[in-house]
């Protein structure tokens, strides 16, 4: 006879907010976070790591959450589409058309954000070595790239003006 997978209460911080959650040990963050509690921007591509559907942020760095356990990200902070609240990265991928059908936008936004503030000073070789960690079939890339490069500009200033 199979046994049920072991219930834990986890503590995540998620987008500010501390939330409480009961998953098994084996449980992706990706399930977690769209099962859990309803934060369905991240998206569920190839559920392995190679298409970035799913990429959100942990502590800063992006991260692909159908890759990564629930309990790996206990007490770190997470961010997701939603937590963006309007960031510039966000309104560079409207100005640019950096998007099509819009599954993978959320992906490529977190992983583009994630970007601009681990690499603010971010030349053309790593931007488009970050890019190649999410996959679109719908656009081309050079509309992200845009979009990225914009909103690197902007970090740039912002940084010169503080």
Same mark, same amino acid.
């Not at 760095?61 to 939603?82: D, F, W, Y």
């Not at 560079?92 to 992983?111: D, K, R, V």
């Not at 583009?112 to 070595?129: S, V, Y």
């Not at 970050?130 to 719908?138: M, P, V």
């Given at each position: 006879?199979?046994?049920?997978?072991?219930?834990?209460?986890?503590?995540?911080?998620?987008?500010?907010?501390?939330?409480?959650?009961?998953?098994?040990?084996?449980?992706?963050?990706?399930?977690?976070?769209? *099962?859990?509690?309803? $934060?369905?921007?991240? #998206? +569920?591509?190839?559920?392995?790591? @190679?298409?970035?559907?799913?990429?959100?942020?942990?502590?800063?760095?992006?991260?692909?959450?159908?890759?990564?356990?629930?309990?790996?990200?206990?007490?770190?902070?997470?961010?997701?589409?939603?937590?963006?609240?309007?960031?510039?990265?966000?309104?560079?991928?409207?100005?640019?058309?950096?998007?099509?059908?819009?599954?993978?936008?959320?992906?490529?936004?977190? *992983?583009?954000?994630? $970007?601009?503030?681990? #690499? +603010?000073?971010?030349?053309?070789? @790593?931007?488009?070595?970050?890019?190649?960690?999410?996959?679109?079939?719908?656009?081309?890339?050079?509309?992200?790239?845009?979009?990225?490069k914009k909103t690197l500009s902007l970090y740039r200033s912002e940084a010169v003006t503080?």
């Open positions: 006879m199979e046994q049920e997978p072991k219930k834990i209460t986890l503590e995540l911080k998620i987008n500010g907010e501390k939330r409480e959650v009961v998953v098994t040990q084996d449980e992706t963050l990706l399930s977690t976070l769209r *099962n859990e509690l309803y $934060l369905t921007g991240a #998206k +569920p591509g190839c559920y392995n790591g @190679d298409c970035g559907a799913c990429t959100v942020l942990v502590d800063n760095k992006p991260m692909k959450s159908c890759i990564m356990l629930a309990v790996e990200a206990a007490n770190t902070p997470i961010t997701t589409i939603e937590g963006l609240k309007n960031a510039p990265i966000q309104k560079a991928f409207i100005e640019e058309f950096a998007f099509q059908c819009g599954f993978c936008t959320p992906g490529f936004i977190m *992983n583009c954000h994630g $970007l601009c503030l681990n #690499k +603010p000073n971010a030349k053309e070789e @790593d931007i488009r070595e970050w890019l190649s960690s999410n996959i679109c079939r719908c656009t081309s890339y050079e509309e992200i790239e845009k979009a990225v503080e």
